[in-house]
């Protein structure tokens, strides 16, 4: 049974790392929320290290420049590991061919740009219409804040029928940024599934990220104990599932997308309305609070 816990300092000893989500958990897309910021620095100050996992399409350089933006203190966590550079790895390594239709917004470039070291011998990716792609490179919407999957289903069909495998760089369906809900590219990969095409996804809950987060512990030397790992997250289809699916105990924070489902404040979630739902999903996490605090 999923045990509801006030601070993430109460279950802190028994774990030598955290991967922890970054929207609704750490930030709202605008602003960084002060005690999680507060409790990630409190679980390193005792030894701890903290992975920033995260389904944003981008390299964790990209994503350094922005959570710098932020002001989070570079004393909050160890390492970042992003869907977006498992991605890269996969594309540069030719998994959807060297001719590409990048679908997304122009905020993802350094997808093709940041290249590292041991992959500059890879051949060249080109960036090419749809009607001359071998492939796909979905990083999201071109127009987020206005389009839908639907917009993209006759150019999905074409994409289809031609048989073009796509590379989803962000399983999330959606994401909110301060009070708005943006689809991701979670959603227009869900669609062209839907429709008959081949996706492969990179970030949560899929393998790659979490051999690409373990991957940067042992290159910053980082040694732990693997059955003390704990994931922290607000999306059940990808940090919940995901974690169950790599045997590591889990932290559901409540009070980010599916807040809606259990009570008027998010910070406090009612346990029944909790754990009907958590039972009716099929959800198991060992933990849930309603902030990481």
């Not at 399983?171 to 869900?190: E, F, H, W």
């Not at 996706?199 to 393998?207: C, N, T």
């Not at 009570?263 to 039972?279: H, K, T």
Request: charged share 25%.
């Amino acid at each position: 049974m999923t045990q509801l816990v006030p601070t993430l300092s109460e279950i802190a000893p028994a774990y030598d790392v955290l991967y922890c989500d970054l929207w609704g958990c750490l930030h709202n897309g605008k602003a960084l929320f002060p005690e999680a910021v507060a409790a990630l620095q409190a679980f390193r100050r005792r030894g701890g290290a903290v992975v920033l996992l995260t389904n944003a399409p981008r390299t964790r350089h990209a994503v350094k420049r922005r959570l710098d933006a932020m002001g989070l203190p570079e004393d909050a966590y160890d390492v970042i590991a992003a869907s977006g550079d498992a991605t890269q790895v996969a594309m540069l390594q030719g998994a959807a061919g060297r001719k590409l239709w990048h679908l997304g917004p122009g905020k993802d470039e350094d997808l093709f740009t940041l290249i590292p070291d041991w992959l500059q011998d890879q051949p060249p990716i080109t960036r090419v219409p749809l009607d001359e792609a071998e492939g796909i490179l979905c990083t999201g919407p071109f127009d987020e804040f206005t389009e839908t999957p639907e917009d993209y289903r006759a150019r999905f069909l074409s994409a289809k029928v031609r048989g073009l495998r796509m590379l989803n760089a962000n399983p999330d369906l959606v994401v909110d940024v301060g009070d708005t809900r943006i689809y991701c590219a979670g959603a227009l990969a869900q669609l062209y599934e839907a429709m008959g095409g081949e996706v492969l996804s990179f970030g949560k809950p899929y393998p790659p990220i979490y051999d690409f987060a373990r991957n940067q512990l042992a290159a910053r030397g980082i040694t732990y104990d693997p059955d003390a790992v704990l994931a922290i997250g607000d999306g059940v289809r990808t940090d919940i599932r995901g974690a169950q699916a790599e045997g590591i105990d889990a932290v559901f924070v409540t009070g980010g997308l599916e807040s809606h489902r259990f009570g008027a404040d998010p910070a406090n979630p009612d346990p029944q309305s909790l754990a009907d739902w958590l039972a009716a999903e099929d959800l198991h996490p060992r933990y849930a609070m309603g902030r990481l605090r």
